[in-house]
């Protein structure tokens, strides 16, 4: 059974830092893309960033240069570095994994097969 969890959500002031973290089980982690989808109250859910099993990395324009996605395979373990945070960050975060192999790590959230339960992030002005 596979399973992701997530940690490291929190309340923050704008221009602060967040770690989020997520552990897999039960997966073949270190194969297929994963991805950091976020959602705030009346939004659609929109990727973050996402990362493939090669490293490479892709970012929603609004967080390029202030996110970080990155991979610890040996540990099955996913992270989001948020610095400078704004407002507009504040959102459920999800972890969010595919079954299946891809190289260029889809945006659209009906391409990744497992989820986690999400952690909030509030970011207050």
């Known amino acids: 059974q596979v399973q992701l969890m997530e940690s490291g959500g929190g309340s923050v002031q704008a221009g602060g830092s967040l770690r989020l973290s997520c552990v897999a089980s039960?997966?073949?982690?270190?194969?297929?893309?994963m991805a950091w989808f976020r959602q705030a109250p009346g939004k659609e859910r929109e990727a973050v960033a996402r990362?493939?099993?090669?490293?490479?990395?892709y970012y929603h324009d609004s967080v390029q240069g202030r996110f970080t996605i990155s991979r610890d395979n040996p540990k099955n373990t996913l992270f989001l570095q948020m610095n400078a945070l704004k407002p507009e960050d504040t959102a459920l975060y999800y972890c969010?994994?595919?079954?299946?192999?891809?190289?260029?790590?889809?945006?659209?959230?009906?391409?990744?097969?497992?989820w986690g339960q999400g952690t909030q992030v509030t970011v207050s002005s």
């Open positions: 969010a994994a595919m079954g299946y192999y891809s190289s260029s790590c889809p945006t659209n959230r009906d391409a990744y097969d497992y």
């Open positions: 039960g997966y073949s982690y270190s194969r297929y893309c």
């Open positions: 990362i493939n099993s090669g490293g490479s990395t």
